[in-house]
């Protein structure tokens, strides 16, 4: 398997994953110019992408879709309410509502919590890798630790800083959203749920979705870092996805 996050933030987001037979994305926040670029600087033409797995329908997750699908015709998964949400008819389309089998990739849906009709994470496995692709989500039920444990790797929502927020010049409702069960998971957060998932099989970490306003990258990674070496858990490979520039194309 191969992964690399596209584009990561605030103002879009896309992550690229592949496998022997397969190509997708997930989620197409940016343009379509802009995915094809970054695609062809990992080597992938975009007219290969065979699929577009939706995590939820906001515009910072699906902007680029309609013109990426008039151009290069990839199928869409997605859950019904996502695509009423979206407010256009696609046609190539598959709900995916339940966890499925697509080659050779097995994909294992993850319920999250945001305010969106609907909103999904992934587990992408293949030939004995997986990857867990965890974003917008206010936080994580447990009855989803054991399938999510002892993973591949982590793309994870690490949003912001819980003290930049609350000092920061967003209005209080918009705080509110954020921290709550429906917004998006904080430094802390994520790094809490990193230690109770990695394991000895785990060879990166992802952190994404970092806000530009409440968030900084060096606060993020030391937040995790002090969490794992508090917990004294063997730190894999860390890296953090910013909004307009491509991660390293990671191979499994």
Known sequence: MKIC???????????????????????AGMSAGYIAKALKQIDVDPSSIQRVFITHAHS????GLKVFLKKYHPIVYLTEKMEKEIGFD???KVYIDKNMTIEDLNVTVIKTSHDAADSNGYIFTSLGKSIVYITDTGYIHVKNFTKMKNKSVYVFESNHDVRMLREGK??????????????????????????KLIGDKTERIILIHLSEENNKPELALKTLLDTLEDKNIKIP?????????????VEL
């Open 90 to 92: 696609i046609e190539d």
């Open 170 to 195: 967003y209005p209080y409702y918009l705080q509110q959203r954020i921290l709550g069960d429906k917004g998006h998971l904080s430094n802390k957060d994520s790094a809490y749920y990193l230690s």
């Open 237 to 249: 490979d860390i890296e953090i996805a910013m909004q307009k520039e491509i991660t390293e194309l």
């Open 5 to 27: 996050v596209l584009a990561s933030g605030s103002k879009g987001n896309c992550a690229y994953i592949e496998t022997e037979k397969t190509r997708s994305l997930v989620d």
């Open 60 to 63: 910072d997750h699906v902007a």
